[in-house]
């Protein structure tokens, strides 16, 4: 069935930067927009940006512009997400999840991955 | 940040309905973009529950539905039971900001 799994937890200081990985499987990688969406502790969800994994085509979130880089690795369908100058509010729960077309919904989810950062 | 505004909360008790609002202006929802909803269990995942306004994925029960009208999406769980407490979000795509996608703001569901 169609999965995304995601890489680990990380903890990170103020200022450094952040990778999170999501490897997919079980559909054509290339076919579908992967886009990342963050949730901070007991708060909602709010959409970072997508990808295009054909084409590397990205669109970003005004907010998140100049910090985050979204890139693919299509040999082995997995897609990255970057975000730098990290700051306490960037403490969340990172989820990938994969774009079927504006009339289809996010699905499925990434196991989501906890970034905390602290000094 | 949110652009589509829920309620906080809404409770009920077991086998009442319940609607959830979300509310959007008219580069989103009220531009035709589809409104989807998703159900967040305590501690878990958020999961697809509605597609395209008023589709539900298979697996999901028929107890749920969603609907459309104007710039406002809703969502109305019937005969709600124990298992539907969690946290539920709408989402949409809104053509104002660069082609951004939105998430409404969450509801708290409560079974009395």
């Known amino acids: 069935q169609m999965q995304l799994v995601q890489s680990g937890a990380e903890v990170k200081k103020p200022g450094a930067s952040m990778k999170v990985s999501c490897k997919a499987s079980?559909?054509?990688?290339?076919?579908?927009?992967i886009h990342w969406i963050r949730q901070a502790p007991g708060q909602g969800l709010e959409w970072m940006g997508w990808?295009?994994?054909?084409?590397?085509?990205?669109n970003y979130a005004q907010k998140f512009q100049g910090r985050v880089t979204m890139t693919t690795d299509t040999s082995s369908s997995t897609a990255y997400m970057e975000l730098s100058r990290l700051r306490s509010d960037d403490t969340a729960v990172y989820y990938c999840?994969?774009?079927?077309?504006?009339?289809?919904?996010?699905?499925?989810w990434g196991q989501g991955t906890l970034v905390t950062v602290s000094s | 940040q949110s652009v589509l505004t829920q309620p906080p909360s809404v409770s009920g008790a077991p086998g009442q309905r319940v609607t959830i609002s979300c509310t959007g202006t008219s580069s989103n929802i009220g531009a035709d973009s589809d409104v989807h909803w998703y159900q967040q269990l305590p501690g878990t995942v958020p999961k697809l529950l509605i597609y395209g306004n008023k589709n539900r994925p298979s697996g999901v029960p028929d107890r749920f539905s969603g609907s459309k009208s104007g710039t406002s999406g809703y969502l109305t769980i019937t005969g709600l039971q124990a298992e539907d407490e969690a946290d539920y979000y709408c989402?949409?795509?809104?053509?104002?900001?660069?082609?951004?996608?939105?998430f409404g703001t969450g509801t708290k569901v409560t079974v009395l």
């Open positions: 990808i295009n994994p054909r084409s590397g085509g990205t």
């Open positions: 079980g559909y054509t990688f290339t076919d579908y927009w």
């Open positions: 989402q949409s795509f809104d053509n104002s900001l660069s082609g951004s996608y939105v």
């Open positions: 999840v994969r774009d079927p077309g504006n009339r289809w919904g996010f699905d499925p």
